[in-house]
């Protein structure tokens, strides 16, 4: 198959269990609960997205004829940046978007896996995920639609009326995290409001975007 590719980079996880590890970043085109455009914001049950996932003409973005060609791009955005170095670790890709399962595939998982990459995901959690996958992070938008009840990790906003953490907590995820929502100056009191529940409920963890507060990509 094909794949639709927004923009490829590197840079280091910004939030959740793997904050810090150095990745590269694969954004895929395309999400299955909002079109990406400023006009259907309003439909959408994620309006508060920040993520730019229209089209192809990001960094290292494009149109990929198939896995092959894409592992390749991803591989060598890696390995431009060892120059020579011996490898005592393990090379790191995540796979994003939009949503990535409207286009991640075995194929694609199977040829990074053979280059010696670890394979990790950011998902809505609304279609379930391909085998293979080393590290499964899944930030629900919905409860109603939620597919991929299993993982790593699961990211919730917070707060939000529709998706009380509670709701959550019985699923079988290694990690529980809390993010405030961005909401421009109410932001900070979001924080405090997570910060709050995290100690009222230690099972859940406070996550912040540490990329968005470093500057980094």
């Not at 309003?42 to 494009?62: L, P, W």
Request: glycine residues 10%; contains cysteine.
């Amino acid at each position: 198959m094909s794949y639709s590719v927004k923009e490829i980079f590197y840079t280091l996880q910004g939030e959740g269990a793997q904050t810090g590890r150095a990745s590269v970043f694969c954004r895929f085109s395309g999400c299955n609960l909002w079109s990406g455009l400023e006009k259907d914001r309003h439909k959408t049950v994620c309006s508060f997205c920040d993520t730019d996932f229209v089209g192809v003409g990001g960094e290292g973005g494009g149109k990929f004829v198939d896995a092959r060609h894409l592992a390749d791009v991803i591989i060598n955005t890696w390995s431009q940046l060892e120059k020579g170095q011996s490898r005592d670790y393990t090379p790191y890709v995540v796979f994003t978007g939009g949503e990535p399962f409207l286009q991640l595939d075995e194929e694609l998982i199977k040829l990074l896996h053979d280059a010696g990459f670890e394979v990790a995901v950011e998902t809505n959690g609304t279609i379930e995920a391909p085998q293979g996958i080393d590290w499964i992070s899944v930030s629900p938008k919905q409860l109603d639609n939620l597919k991929q009840i299993s993982g790593n990790e699961l990211k919730l906003l917070f707060p939000l009326s529709e998706l009380p953490p509670d709701k959550f907590e019985t699923l079988a995820f290694e990690h529980f995290f809390l993010q405030a929502v961005d909401e421009g100056d109410a932001n900070d009191h979001h924080t405090q409001d997570v910060i709050q529940y995290c100690m009222e409920h230690p099972k859940w963890r406070l996550s912040l975007q540490t990329h968005k507060l470093l500057g980094l990509k």
